[in-house]
């Protein structure tokens, strides 16, 4: 989802962060925490390679399709004035921005940034961006773990709770419609 986010341009359809966050729930163990990490850095870098060389194959026409006007037109803007702006660092820095990172690979390519400039800001910015969303994942995953722990270990008096509550409900209910009863026969 990385990769066809920051590749393909398919970033405002199908959000990479939602399925790494998704998957990072699965890195329970510092090892798969570490290649989740690695394939997605190295799946979002690929991502953007592909963008890159998109941008740089057809510069001029990439502002006119189809996939950066529905993105929005003025994130293609600010992506590429960041790009002349600041170069390669832009790459790193717009990472963690919506629908701009998903822009910036294409801009990169097609603003001419040199890809030995390119390169390192990719790498970077897609480790960063792998770190931060796998990072979260496995927190979620964590907490999420450890709430059900601390469920199981008092279900039993939630359920006892809920039980009460219940009966009470039910009771509560028995005696207004009693009370409202012998009045309608009182009032008749």
Do not use: C, K, N
């Not at 529905?70 to 990472?95: E, I, N, P, Y």
């Not at 979260?136 to 809920?162: C, D, K, N, T, V």
């Amino acid at each position: 989802m990385a990769f066809a986010e920051s590749g393909l341009g398919v970033g405002s359809v199908v959000p990479g962060e939602t399925g790494v966050l998704l998957l990072g729930v699965a890195a329970t163990t510092p090892a798969r925490f570490a290649a989740m990490l690695l394939i997605v850095a190295l799946g979002v870098t690929a991502g953007d390679h592909v963008g890159y060389l998109l941008g740089h194959r057809y510069a001029g026409r990439m502002r006119d399709t189809r996939v950066v006007r529905r993105l929005g037109v003025r994130h293609w803007d600010r992506a590429t004035a960041a790009l002349h702006r600041h170069g390669a660092t832009a790459v790193f820095a717009t990472r963690l921005v919506p629908i701009v990172r998903t822009l910036t690979p294409a801009a990169a390519g097609a603003a001419h940034v040199p890809y030995s400039r390119f390169l390192p800001a990719s790498l970077a910015g897609s480790l960063l961006w792998s770190a931060v969303y796998v990072g979260l994942g496995a927190f979620a995953g964590a907490s999420a773990s450890h709430l059900e722990e601390l469920l199981g270990r008092f279900s039993w008096l939630l359920l006892a709770l809920l039980a009460l509550l219940a009966t009470t409900a039910t009771l509560l209910r028995r005696r207004r419609q009693a009370a409202t009863g012998r009045e309608d026969d009182e009032s008749s």
